[in-house]
């Protein structure tokens, strides 16, 4: 029954080992946030500020290889009209595909306005002219000659005039049917970029120092808010609620000049410009409520959907946001852009379009086929055995991983691995790198968060590369020629029983480490434990107490065991021995002392030694004066020493102190009578 009894609890002990062999050393990275899920490539794919992934918008793919860069968008029975900032083209995007509908006598066409029925009206600079589309032909409607730069219009329908905000002089001007403009606002900053009718009121966006102005008639402006940026890019207005996107840029070249405006590759309208961008609500009242910040990015674009929720495009790496009433932004969208220039959300053409390089996504629907999340390569530091991948998610959402050697994923890669329905094992092999990827195509209301990735790496020895210590005998860091002591100025610290030691080590996976510290005198072979027993040591550094121990020249061993991440089949183990460190706890002693006339003579004499320094005081002075010893170098536990002090003291009766100093700061003090 013993034997029994013994054999089950034996089972019962390598059972328990087993399980803690299988925790320890288990690493594991977590992708729970949006940061972290926002790092990888999202097609077809949202996520939000809270850290859920969820199908987003599927965006289809038209390049608009004819078009350097889009800076308006509107929607026009059953067709979109693109105003671009290449040589003024007005473009038509029809059934995926686009063509040139008219060119207009002006270097880029900024804004587009459908006004007094099917006409839309065009703005443009240089030279702020405004044009008019109708029956298909694009003629001039009117010059604004107080303005230089056309960037944005407005239509109010209710009193049917047109509000176009112009540069380079601040001014706002309002335009009747019959081509009358007048200057309806005179901003006392530079230029007026943005432009909004609503409410009964007209609001308008500088574009200097970023306020945003209320109009309730001709001249009769307030500040609603000034937001202390750059730049109040563009105005929604839903119902009684005004939104307004601003930037602080890096500079001001988001506004542009007359000269050329766009190169190949920018927008034009911000092109070259980074910065911050914010998105405000402003209630009935006035009252302004902060949306939307982004500390890495400005937004170069917005619009509200059919439901008057806000969507802004930023301008580094063409994303597409929008938040809710909680704050809870979402990435809705993530071009291979730079920047979302003009946005389509409210019609029955939605339209994401974007810059640098220039492509119309029209916007198919939530989710599909295509609806995909990609996590960037996760680095194991070293290549890991990888374990039960985990997550959370709501509806059916199907996993699957890929493992690789190298930092950006190529043909070493493995294939992906089958799709996983629920957490269970890694397929993919032992490696440095994996992948997460993640497809919404079987349910566009499914929800995903918090990933986790187990997996334990390859068992590396930590060495150790250097020990130091306080003792004046320090080893020097590996690889270095040599490292300087003190030169033997004035000692200020008292003497300390307790050595400090400290050491270095390379631990390439980052394990726990134990230390166990030994010491031995020099010229024995017997080794002694440091450590007080049951102490374990985890920190590369110890205070050791020498004041019960026989003066001398000591060896420290340090050894480093990483016994505590890893099953005993597996631990790793380094050693490394110190250079000599001097254990001296009395002080050195002067003998042989004579006194003729005013030279002093004798001898320094250490246990241990060496010697580090001699000076002398006359009393009532309070100044210590140092002097060598007659070979010229402290270098050894014995060192005769001669001065003459007629300098110091010429002549007449004197007491004078010397005072003598090991390594380890012990020091003896002697006086003699100068006669």
Not at 221 to 243: K, N, Q
Not at 548 to 555: I, Q, S, T
């Amino acid at each position: 029954m013993r034997s029994l009894l013994q054999a089950a609890l034996v089972t019962a002990a390598l059972f328990a080992l087993s399980t803690d062999a299988a925790a320890v050393g288990t690493r594991r990275i977590a992708l729970r946030t949006a940061e972290d899920l926002k790092a990888g490539e999202l097609q077809g794919v949202a996520v939000d500020s809270s850290g859920v992934l969820k199908a987003g918008f599927n965006l289809g793919k038209v390049p608009l290889d004819d078009a350097a860069t889009v800076w308006a968008a509107l929607e026009d029975k059953g067709r979109v009209l693109l105003a671009t900032g290449s040589e003024g083209r007005l473009l038509e995007l029809k059934n995926g595909a686009t063509k040139e509908l008219a060119k207009a006598d002006a270097m880029a066409l900024t804004s587009l306005v459908r006004a007094w029925g099917d006409m839309v009206i065009v703005g443009s600079l240089p030279g702020a002219k405004l044009f008019a589309f109708e029956n298909g032909k694009l003629v001039e409607f009117l010059t604004l000659k107080e303005a230089d730069h056309i960037f944005g219009l407005a239509f109010d329908e209710k009193e049917q005039v047109l509000y176009a905000a112009t540069g380079p002089e601040g001014k706002l001007f309002r335009i009747t049917r019959d081509k009358k403009a007048q200057v309806y606002f005179d901003a006392e900053e530079p230029h007026l970029v943005s432009v909004a009718v609503g409410g009964g009121k007209v609001y308008a966006g500088g574009g200097d120092q970023a306020r945003l102005y209320a109009l309730s008639g001709p001249g009769r402006a307030t500040v609603l808010f000034d937001f202390g940026r750059t730049e109040v890019r563009a105005i929604a207005v839903s119902g009684t609620d005004v939104y307004a996107i601003a930037n602080e840029l890096k500079d001001k070249r988001s506004l542009p000049s007359s000269s050329k405006p766009s190169e190949k590759g920018s927008s034009g309208l911000g092109s070259g410009a980074q910065g911050k961008g914010t998105l405000y609500r402003f209630d009935k009242s006035g009252a302004p409520e902060q949306l939307l910040d982004n500390t890495e990015e400005h937004f170069t674009s917005l619009a509200l959907d059919a439901q008057g929720t806000p969507y802004v495009g930023t301008g580094v790496e063409g994303r597409l946001y929008t938040v809710n009433e909680n704050h809870n932004s979402v990435l809705a969208a993530d071009t291979e852009a730079r920047q979302i220039t003009a946005l389509l959300l409210s019609g029955a053409e939605r339209h994401v379009i974007s810059a640098d390089p220039s492509v119309a996504h029209p916007i198919r629907g939530v989710g599909g086929a295509e609806a995909t999340w990609t996590s960037k390569a996760l680095d194991a530091g070293l290549r890991a055995n990888f374990g039960r991948l985990d997550w959370s998610a709501e509806g059916e959402v199907e996993l699957s991983t890929r493992s690789g050697n190298t930092g950006t994923p190529d043909d070493t890669w493995s294939p992906w691995s089958a799709e996983l329905r629920s957490p269970a094992s890694i397929q993919s092999p032992a490696a440095r790198f994996i992948q997460v990827r993640a497809r919404f195509s079987k349910d566009a209301k499914a929800t995903l968060r918090e990933i986790t990735v187990p997996f334990v790496t390859d068992n590396l020895r930590a060495i150790v590369t250097s020990i130091e210590s306080d003792s004046g005998n320090a080893e020097s860091p590996t690889g270095a020629e040599g490292k300087l002591l003190s030169s033997g100025g004035p000692i200020t610290e008292s003497p300390d029983r307790e050595l400090s030691l400290k050491w270095e080590v390379d631990n390439p996976d980052k394990d726990e480490l134990l230390y166990r510290l030994h010491y031995r005198l020099e010229g024995t072979q017997a080794w002694f434990d440091m450590l007080p027993p049951n102490e374990k040591l985890t920190k590369n550094k110890y205070n050791w107490n020498t004041r019960d121990l026989p003066e001398g020249r000591y060896r420290v061993r340090v050894s480093a065991s990483d016994e505590l991440t890893n099953p005993p089949s597996s631990v790793k183990r380094h050693q490394r021995d110190s250079h000599v460190v001097l254990v001296d706890n009395t002080a050195p002693e002067v003998t042989g002392l004579q006194v003729t006339g005013r030279v002093v003579r004798g001898f320094a004499v250490d246990g241990v030694g060496p010697i580090a320094r001699i000076e002398a005081s006359l009393a009532g002075t309070d100044s210590w004066i140092p002097f060598a010893p007659i070979d010229g170098i402290f270098d050894s536990a014995r060192e005769e020493f001669s001065a003459d002090l007629t300098t110091l003291s010429p002549s007449g009766p004197a007491l004078l102190t010397l005072r003598v100093y090991d390594q380890q700061h012990n020091q003896t003090v002697r006086s003699v009578t100068l006669r």
